[in-house]
């Protein structure tokens, strides 16, 4: 191991090490990659090393930062968080709550159902996991308490739901895997939709096949009415508005009329809009969005520069390089690889936010899959079908692990809303039989890359 590896692992270890100590993740990353390209020049300069750092590697940093601030494609995510946060002050699941439950009441475990059809919804509406739990968890918690609901098929079923935010198109996340890969971001939302919809269909099966199973576990309604066309319009009046919203913003991306950037803006007017519908927009909300907006904007973009401060000193260094050879001369085959490298992600996803992941290790790990040799079928019409497949299979490890204990996100931001009776054990409990479908839709994906491929293959022809 020359002195460039060295130095590679250990970025790796003192950024381990000082994620712990409570400091901002965007000050460390460029903290640690002004650290080491300082090390590496002083190392060259004094004891004879060929590190190839020096002050112009920090220079390089700056025409990086330019580029992202440049960048037009990421103009999508302040109107992306933007229209999920206005929307979640718009009174939108609330009244689709009530509505569906109405539709969906007469079936066995279909308050569970209508939660996980609303987690969908606004998957595509927000694509924003925080949002998305915390709402279902106030929204739909205390309903199926009362109901006598199980804690753990409720709290399952309100995790499982709020994590396809970062699956279903528009996801904020996805626009950034295709920033940093240089993909379409229009291939990518195609790409998610069938898995993002397979998922949700083993939710609901699920849910109908345990309700079946253990009656007490997914009790009837004891208020519950027969089905009248008065509820069905109902239903119909609260989902049409935001299904609306959606046809706009991924129907135009789709149809090829907008770009991903232009149909943000077309989201966010649509947000407002939906607001002032539902009597629900003022000053001070629109204040509160604006406020929320900027500081998860602020968030991801000072990310942004430390990660690319850190990211440039590593390959300075040959950390792609390094990483490249230690996968690619595992004694597994390239499926086998790939499981190595899904299970990096998926543990990384303990301990990191997805933005840090998608930031660092995807632009690492991408020429891997690539030196792979991935036959893929792209139809003609997607530049690279291995690396869009590649993107969806880490979309789907990531949200196993925001799923899994004992430190998922999910678990913790639904913990934060719970009554104080639901413990934190109940919640592990629920989410169990939710991470083994996650797994068997990772499977199916991994099976099947045509369920990525078909759908962009086809709105291109």
């Given at each position: 191991?020359n002195?460039?590896d ?8 003192t ?14 990353l460029?903290g640690?990659?002004?650290?080491f390209?300082?090390v590496?020049y ?5 004891f004879g090393?060929?590190?190839g750092l ?6 390089l940093?700056v ?10 494609v990421?103009?999508?995510l302040?109107?992306?968080?933007f229209?999920?946060l ?6 939108v699941a609330e009244?689709m709550?009530h509505?569906?439950q109405e ?10 159902v ?6 969908i ?14 709402l ?11 109901q006598?609901y199980?804690?753990?098929?409720a709290?399952g079923t309100?995790?499982?739901a ?9 996801s904020?996340?996805?626009?950034i ?11 990518l939302?195609?790409g998610a ?5 397979i998922l949700g269909?083993?939710y ?26 008065h ?6 009046l609260s ?5 609306l ?5 991924l129907?135009?991306i789709f149809a090829g009329i907008t770009?991903?950037?232009e149909a943000?803006?077309v989201?966010?007017?649509?947000a407002v809009?939906l607001?002032?519908y539902?009597?629900?927009?003022n000053l001070r909300v629109f204040?509160e ?5 900027y500081?998860t904007?602020?968030?991801i973009?000072?990310?942004f520069l430390?990660a690319?401060c850190f990211a440039?000193?590593l390959?300075?260094?040959?950390g ?5 050879e ?6 597994f085959?390239?499926?086998?690889i790939l499981l ?5 992600v998926f543990l ?19 020429p ?15 530049d690279d079908p ?8 880490v979309a789907v ?7 899994t204990?004992p430190?998922?996100?999910?678990l913790?931001?639904l ?5 104080p009776?639901?413990?934190l054990?109940d ?20 099976t099947f890359p ?6 962009p ?5």
């Amino acid at each position: 191991m020359n002195v460039n590896d060295i130095l590679v692992v250990a970025m790796f270890l003192t950024f381990a090490a000082f994620l712990f100590t409570g400091f901002p993740v965007a000050y460390v990353l460029g903290g640690i990659g002004v650290i080491f390209a300082g090390v590496g020049y002083i190392a060259d300069t004094y004891f004879g090393t060929i590190t190839g750092l020096d002050f112009l590697t920090l220079g390089l940093v700056v025409n990086r930062v330019y580029k992202i601030m440049d960048n037009w494609v990421l103009v999508a995510l302040p109107m992306f968080i933007f229209m999920g946060l206005m929307l979640d002050k718009s009174g939108v699941a609330e009244r689709m709550m009530h509505a569906m439950q109405e539709l969906f009441g007469v079936v066995r475990g279909g308050l569970a159902v209508t939660v996980t059809v609303i987690g969908i919804i606004l998957a595509a509406s927000t694509g924003i996991i925080g949002a998305s739990v915390v709402l279902l968890g106030l929204l739909s918690l205390p309903a199926m308490m009362n109901q006598g609901y199980s804690t753990a098929l409720a709290t399952g079923t309100i995790c499982g739901a709020g994590c396809l935010g970062i699956l279903i198109p528009p996801s904020i996340m996805l626009v950034i895997m295709a920033d940093q890969l240089a993909l379409s971001v229009g291939d990518l939302f195609m790409g998610a939709v069938f898995p993002g919809l397979i998922l949700g269909g083993l939710y609901i099966t699920y849910i109908l096949t345990f309700a079946y199973m253990q009656p007490k576990a997914a009790p009837l309604a004891a208020d519950r009415r027969p089905i009248s066309w008065h509820t069905i319009v109902d239903v119909m009046l609260s989902v049409l508005p935001p299904a609306l919203l959606i046809v706009a913003v991924l129907g135009s991306i789709f149809a090829g009329i907008t770009t991903p950037t232009e149909a943000s803006g077309v989201g966010a007017l649509g947000a407002v809009l939906l607001a002032g519908y539902n009597r629900k927009l003022n000053l001070r909300v629109f204040k509160e969005v604006l406020i929320s907006t900027y500081n998860t904007t602020a968030y991801i973009f000072a990310i942004f520069l430390g990660a690319t401060c850190f990211a440039l000193v590593l390959r300075e260094l040959g950390g792609d390089q390094l990483i490249e050879e230690v996968l690619t001369g595992l004694p597994f085959g390239r499926y086998g690889i790939l499981l190595c490298i899904l299970g990096i992600v998926f543990l990384l996803g303990f301990l990191l936010d997805w933005i840090e992941i998608t930031l660092i290790m995807l632009p690492l790990l991408s020429p891997v899959v690539a030196a792979l040799g991935f036959d893929i079928e792209g139809y003609g019409k997607i530049d690279d079908p291995a690396l869009v497949w590649f993107v969806m299979l880490v979309a789907v490890a990531l949200q196993t692990s925001f799923l899994t204990p004992p430190v998922g996100f999910a678990l913790f931001y639904l913990k934060g809303v719970c009554p104080p009776e639901v413990r934190l054990t109940d919640i592990y409990r629920g989410v169990v039989p939710f991470i083994i479908l996650q797994l068997i839709g990772l499977a199916v994906v991994i099976t099947f890359p045509k369920l990525v491929t078909w759908l962009p293959s086809v709105a291109y022809d």
